[in-house]
């Protein structure tokens, strides 16, 4: 089981977050990408660094907006395999 992110530590990791909101115990994201197929091509590269970490984000695709949600939900909230991926996401950004 991770360690769920207390209070201090949600507001700590959004600080370094500037493109992520908190949602409830979720964390989310809308990438706005220049056209439908970037938009899979960007989804497929989240998808590799994901499996990799063995920590899955729901994604939404509407046209070309992308949004991902992090949660753990194994765990009943946010901990750091959600920031961290988070933190993975912006480097990949298209």
Do not use: Y
């Not at 765990?75 to 480097?91: F, N, R, S, V, W």
């Amino acid at each position: 089981m991770a360690h769920l992110l207390n209070e201090s530590e949600i507001n700590q990791a959004l600080a370094d977050l500037p493109s992520w909101t908190r949602e409830g115990d979720s964390l989310t994201r809308t990438v706005d990408c220049p056209d439908f197929p970037a938009a899979i091509a960007f989804v497929v590269r989240v998808a590799d660094v994901a499996e990799a970490a063995d920590h899955h984000p729901d994604i939404d695709i509407r046209w070309r907006k992308v949004t991902f949600t992090l949660s753990t939900h194994s765990d009943g909230g946010l901990t750091g395999k959600d920031t961290q991926l988070a933190h993975q996401i912006d480097d990949l950004e298209p």
